[in-house]
Structures are given as structure tokens and as C-alpha cells.
């Protein structure tokens, strides 16, 4: 059985990660997606354990020290990190599993496992990124605009994925995740082995 892929999705806030990650998790239930343990409060709606572990800066730091985090990350002045036991086991039992990380988290996640595919999710424009993140009303403007500055800076880097979907029509943009996903199963190294199973009962044919 070959190993599971390890998918780093990163965007800018409101570009739709957790929008486009849902729906695709939705269709493709066998993808794992990893808790973040974070520092930053809980927004409304949010709750423990769904996405985020939401954890204080004396628990973040124990994390550290145990070194129990894959890598992790200060945005806004909170703490953002990937737990590395869930990830790490996902893997060696043949699941994929999707990092929802920014983009510093990806540059070190790469650096540790380069065989990690990755994929930015883009939005079509300054202007729909901006009406997105204020209409969603989970923040006031300050952190808005805040959001908006990391992000420019951010869609700067996106040159160092492997992949970009752009969010502008929802169902497209789950679409060429699947795709990716699918794609990215379907790749020889993951499926080499099929070759052998495929052949196993050649002696047995009187061809
Ligand atoms: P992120 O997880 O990247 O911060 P969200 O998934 O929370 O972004 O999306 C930000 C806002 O934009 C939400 O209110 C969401 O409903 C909306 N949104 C997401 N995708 C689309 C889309 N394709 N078209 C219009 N609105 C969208
Ligand atoms: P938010 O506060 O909007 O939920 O997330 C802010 C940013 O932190 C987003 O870019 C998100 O992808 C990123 N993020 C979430 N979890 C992690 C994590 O575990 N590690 C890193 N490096 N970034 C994360």
C-alpha cells in the first residue's frame, strides 16, 4: 500500500479555504484534514476540535518544547501550528491528509518533506478578496485590513506552489481540487505497485 500524500492548501484569508476545503471533504470523506492548534480566540461560529484546537500561549509553548508541532507560525501575533503525531499517522496508514497552513508554515513543510503537493487557493481579485473578508462579519476593520496587508504579500509567493485554484466560481474551484487530489493519486510513484498485482497470476494464464 503506498503511502498517503500530504496536501499544503494556503490563500489569504478570505480567499475561501475553509469554503472550498468543506465542500471537497464533503465529497471526498477518506481526506483527513489536520487540527491546527492556535493561540488565536474563538470567532463565532467556530468550535474546539472542528478545525482549530484552541489552546493558550502556555500550552503552545509546552507543544514546542515537546516538540510536538511539524512546524508552526505567528500570524496577527497569535500562534498557528500542525500537531505532527495526527499527520505523521495519517501517512504511513496509506491517508492523504490536507495541512490548511499559511504560507511560512509551507516554505518549512516543504523544506521537511519535499514530496508534499501543494496548492494555493487564489482570489479572482483584490476587490472580491476584500468584500469577502468584511462580509463574512467575523472581524472587525482593524483585523480586517490587517488581513488584507498579509495577503498581498502572501499572493506574492504563489509562484512556489505546485498548483493554483482560483475561487472565484465555488463549484469550479472544488472541482480542480478534486481534480488535484485525484490527479495527484493517480501519479506513477504512488501506483507502481499495481503493476506487480496486476501480474502476479501471469504464470498461471496459457497464454
Ligand atoms: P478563508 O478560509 O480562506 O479565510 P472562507 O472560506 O471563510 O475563507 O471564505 C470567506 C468568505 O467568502 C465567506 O463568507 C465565504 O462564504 C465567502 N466565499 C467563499 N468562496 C466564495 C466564492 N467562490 N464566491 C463568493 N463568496 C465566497
Ligand atoms: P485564521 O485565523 O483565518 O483561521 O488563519 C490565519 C492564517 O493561519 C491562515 O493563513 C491559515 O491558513 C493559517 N494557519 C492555520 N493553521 C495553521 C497552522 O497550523 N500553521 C500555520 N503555519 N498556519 C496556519
Redesign the pocket.
Known amino acids: 500500500m503506498p503511502k498517503g500524500t500530504l496536501f499544503i492548501v494556503s490563500?489569504?484569508?478570505?480567499?475561501?479555504?475553509?469554503?472550498?476545503l468543506?465542500r471537497l471533504l464533503a465529497l471526498h470523506p477518506e481526506v483527513r484534514l489536520s487540527i491546527s492548534s492556535i493561540t488565536r480566540p474563538m470567532r463565532e461560529g467556530e468550535r474546539e476540535g472542528e478545525k482549530y484546537h484552541f489552546i493558550s500561549r502556555e500550552e503552545f509553548e509546552a507543544l514546542l518544547a515537546a516538540d510536538a508541532l511539524l512546524e508552526h507560525n505567528v500570524y496577527l501575533g497569535n500562534y498557528y501550528g500542525t500537531p505532527r503525531r495526527p499527520v505523521e499517522e495519517a501517512l504511513a496508514a496509506g491517508r492523504d491528509i490536507i495541512l490548511?497552513i499559511d504560507v511560512n508554515g509551507a516554505d518549512k513543510v516543504r523544506d521537511l518533506m519535499p514530496e508534499a503537493v501543494s496548492v494555493f487557493?487564489m482570489p479572482p481579485s483584490l476587490a472580491?478578496l476584500e468584500q469577502?473578508?468584511s462580509?463574512?462579519g467575523t472581524e472587525d476593520a482593524a483585523t480586517v485590513r490587517g488581513r488584507l496587508k498579509e495577503a498581498v504579500g502572501e499572493i506574492a509567493r504563489a509562484a512556489s506552489y505546485d498548483y493554483i485554484v482560483v475561487?472565484?466560481?465555488?463549484d469550479e474551484?472544488v472541482a480542480c481540487m478534486a481534480a488535484v487530489i485525484v490527479g495527484e493519486r493517480a501519479k506513477i510513484h504512488k501506483q507502481k505497485y499495481l503493476i506487480d498485482e496486476v501480474l502476479q497470476d501471469v504464470e498461471s494464464r496459457n497464454w
Do not use: F, H, Q, Y
Open positions: 490563500g489569504p484569508s478570505g480567499s475561501g479555504k475553509d469554503t472550498v468543506g490548511e487557493i472580491a469577502r473578508l462580509g463574512r475561487n472565484d466560481d465555488l474551484a
